[in-house]
């Protein structure tokens, strides 16, 4: 894919490490980009992401914000204004959980969680249209929304309420001209599946039940944000998309 002359105003949410910084790679390499990449923790590895952002000759702010507090993306979105008047992409992969059964979860864990995961997008998305005139917005969610997955917390219900979301602002804001997607992945080899109670036994459950007989990669789902924000996907609205290599077929 040729670089486009157009330069893309994009703003991902959790973008500066696994599969936010794979997405963030990918659309810096691809587009002529100012790229705001908004993170909570690990200041190293947020500029490591800038770094790489900036090898291809885009633009990187790092925005450190935490998007279960409304105010604080009000103050996200008032930092963007300031390089900015327009915005054309929105990737939502922040993401937080605490891995347990739900007959465990705190309501302290219940809120943080919920409005990071499903709260925080809408707010973000309210946020950006004064600055979308056209655009993308693409959310990052998981099979946990529509099948039980032992010890997943409180994450299932946070990513049903995302796709939720995902359907009615496709069909609110397509007239628009803005399109929502989101991309329902199945496991894929991040930190927090390293913290997943037993989770060498369900990788390998897995991989026995995944017909293309891997877990999904950080390029994966990154591939399939990229086919989304582009115009050949102009005619999907309102999807959450199942990339899982089959695994939710048997």
Known sequence: MTQINKTLNVLVTGGTRGIGREISRMIAEKHVCRMFLDYVQNDEEAQRTKTIVEGFNCEAALLKYNISNPDMIDDMFNEVGKYTSKLDILIHCAAINSFKPLTRIKPNQWDLIMNVNARGFLYCVQKCLPLMNKGCIVAISSLGSRKFIPNYGSLSQ????????????????????????????????????????????????????????????????????????????????GQNIVIDGGYSLT
């Open 158 to 237: 946070t990513k049903s309420a995302l796709e939720s979301l995902v359907r009615d602002l496709g069909a609110e804001l397509a007239p628009r001209g803005i399109r929502v997607n989101g991309i329902t992945a199945g496991i894929v080899g991040t930190e927090a599946v390293s913290r997943f109670p037993l989770s060498k036994l369900v990788i390998e459950d897995v991989l026995r039940r995944t017909p293309a007989g891997r877990i999904g990669s950080f390029a994966d789902i990154a591939n399939l944000v990229e086919f989304l924000i582009s115009p050949k996907s102009d005619w999907i609205i």
